[in-house]
């Protein structure tokens, strides 16, 4: 399903680019990010490639509403059984790094930082 030839996201479906997985089905898949910021942190993925959440469109719902119905058994699976933090970077602005729409789970046993700091409070 993965469809980008250059796509570092495409390549982990693929299996060109080993990866930790976490879960895998039809639709999707989830692995531990290679640079995790809590003890808890994988990503979900749907398999087919879609850019950004700009670009995706009511024939990727299903992929993407299969993704958040996981998340939170996947991260009690994890260890993160009092809370976690689901983060889809989107664009520049939103600071992707990788062009594949991507769900980070973050968590741990211990609470997390805080969100994103107000300008002027």
């Known amino acids: ?61 299903p992929a993407l509403g299969r993704i958040l119905s996981l998340a939170g058994k996947l991260a009690r699976e994890q260890g993160a059984g009092d809370g976690f933090r689901t983060i889809i970077n989107t664009g520049r602005v939103g600071r992707q790094d990788v062009m594949h729409v991507h769900v980070h789970v973050i968590g741990g046993p211990e609470p997390l930082g805080p969100m994103i700091v107000r300008k002027g409070a």
């Open 1 to 61: 399903m993965a469809d980008d030839p250059n796509c570092i996201f495409c390549k982990i479906i693929r299996g060109e680019i080993p990866s930790r997985k976490v879960y895998e089905d039809a639709q999707i898949v989830a692995f531990h990010d290679i640079q995790p910021v809590a003890p808890v942190h994988f990503m979900l993925v749907p398999k087919k490639h879609v850019a950004t959440l700009y670009d995706a469109t009511p024939d990727d719902a």
